[in-house]
């Protein structure tokens, strides 16, 4: 998912400071990668003071991972105002969720899933932002799994892995080719068809 401009404009009160440290660190670790992004370029870009940042966030790794937090949230809030779109009609839900997916890695800002770039920058197992980031990818395989199941299909955790394996892969392509998601669509569609008609 391709990240908002962070917001700039100074706003009163304890939740809007940290919203927009929040606001500020996601961008940078967007755009620059988690490790490369230090706390004091957090707080210089935020324009909060460093004792408020650490108010909020107790260390650079608690802030990763709110971050991913937060995407996570709006992540599922999107997929569930398509799903409630086309409620009790899954292949048409999966197709919508898989437009909306290649939409968004074709956006000029797309730097790829922050989900997997932090994954690939904290390989421990128990790392925080990482724990988030596994957690979001199961709960994708389980929301697929679930419509491909209403669809119909056999084997429904087999094809929802594979549907995660393009999504993934479209993600992590979509940063090096203009178009790149544009297989996506079909070669699901594909995917389903065949699980739906064996043999």
């Not at 966030?57 to 779109?85: C, G, M, P, S």
């Not at 922050?114 to 390989?123: C, D, R, Y």
């Not at 993934?168 to 008609?197: E, F, H, R």
């Amino acid at each position: 998912m391709s990240r908002a401009t962070p917001a700039t404009a100074k706003e009163p009160g304890t939740a809007s400071v940290r919203d927009r440290i929040l606001d500020t660190a996601a961008d940078l670790f967007y755009q620059e990668g988690v490790r490369a992004v230090g706390v004091d370029l957090v707080v210089e870009r935020s324009g909060v003071a460093k004792t408020s940042l650490y108010r909020h966030f107790t260390t650079k790794d608690e802030l990763v991972a709110a971050v991913l937090e937060r995407d996570d949230a709006n992540y599922w809030a999107a997929w569930d105002k398509i799903a409630t779109r086309h409620r009790n009609a899954p292949g048409d839900e999966i197709k919508a969720h898989l437009q909306w997916i290649a939409r968004d890695i074709a956006t000029p800002k797309y730097r790829g899933c922050p989900f997997l770039n932090v994954a690939t920058e904290f390989p421990a197992p128990d790392h925080p932002a990482r724990v988030v980031a596994l957690r979001h990818k199961t709960e994708l395989r389980r929301r697929l799994g679930a419509l491909v199941k209403q669809i119909g299909i056999a084997r429904p955790d087999s094809l929802a892995s594979q549907i995660a394996l393009l999504i993934d892969g479209a993600y992590v392509y979509g940063q090096l080719a203009k178009g790149a998601a544009q297989p996506l669509l079909p070669a699901a569609l594909a995917l389903i068809s065949a699980a739906d008609n064996p043999g």
